[in-house]
Antibody
Framework: EVQLVESGGGLVQPGGSLRLSCAAS????????MNWVRQAPGKGLEWVSY????????YYADSVKGRFTISRDNAKNSLYLQMNSLRAEDTAVYYC????????????????????????WGQGTLVTVSS | DIQMTQSPSSLSASVGDRVTITCRAS??????LAWYQQKPGKAPKLLLY???RLESGVPSRFSGSGSGTDYTLTISSLQPEDFATYYC??????????FGQGTKLEIK
């Protein structure tokens, strides 16, 4: 069974830092592209960041660029989000989400290509930025 | 960034009703559209992708259509478990995925 379990959320003062973790199990983590998506209280979903399966390609939403850093450790089946210079508007539930991927085979070998939509999500971890 | 606008923002309906939710993109997205269902306190659940392809395990009463900038999610006969908030998401722009603001489907 695929499981994604976030941790590391909590209360932090404006300007502070926090590191979120997402522990993955039940699938070959190193084959999948991963994302962070957040949801402010009572609001909609906002994509935050993307990382390729190898970690070599990374994207950020403009709202977090320069402040947040996504990373992964495939040996530990874990995804991370380092959040610095936190602001009140960063208050949200943060979800890690797996890109559904599609298998592509060529020349006898197959790999998983990212598709951009998310088939498994964690339960989320709440980050509250407040003094 | 591509902006996604859903309508209506909220909707009241009864069990058995047919309901349609619309999602409009600020530019053409070539069917690169997914729909999610979210219940209170829970993570979103993928319903459809590529505008009209049903994710495995999702009931066939859910369907999607559209092209260019305009897309719809239809639930053919509402069931009690369908009352939730629905989001569309474009993945045409790989540098910046964006979601609609959500449509809350409530029991009439």
């Amino acid at each position: 069974e695929v499981q994604l379990v976030e941790s590391g959320g909590g209360l932090v003062q404006p300007g502070g830092s926090l590191r979120l973790s997402c522990a993955a199990s039940g699938f070959t983590f190193s084959s999948y592209e991963m994302n962070w998506v957040r949801q402010a209280p009572g609001k909609g979903l906002e994509w935050v960041s993307y990382i390729s399966s190898s970690g070599s390609t990374i994207y950020y939403a403009d709202s977090v660029k320069g402040r947040f850093t996504i990373s992964r450790d495939n040996a530990k089946n874990s995804l991370y989000l380092q959040m610095n210079s936190l602001r009140a508007e960063d208050t949200a539930v943060y979800y890690c989400a797996r890109d559904r991927g599609i298998e592509y085979c060529s020349g006898g070998s197959c790999s998983l290509l990212g598709v951009g939509y998310f088939d498994y999500w964690g339960q989320g971890t709440l980050v509250t930025v407040s003094s | 960034d591509i902006q996604m606008t859903q309508s209506p923002s909220s909707l009241s309906a009864s069990v058995g009703d047919r309901v349609t939710i619309t999602c409009r993109a600020s530019q053409g997205i070539s069917n690169s559209l997914a729909w999610y269902q979210q219940k209170p306190g829970k993570a979103p659940k993928l319903l459809l992708y590529a505008a009209s392809r049903l994710e495995s395990g999702v009931p066939s009463r859910f369907s999607g259509s559209g092209s260019g900038t305009d897309y719809t999610l239809t639930i053919s006969s509402l069931q009690p478990e369908d009352f939730a908030t629905y989001y569309c998401q474009q993945y045409y722009s790989t540098l910046s995925y964006t979601f609609g603001q959500g449509t809350k489907l409530e029991i009439k």
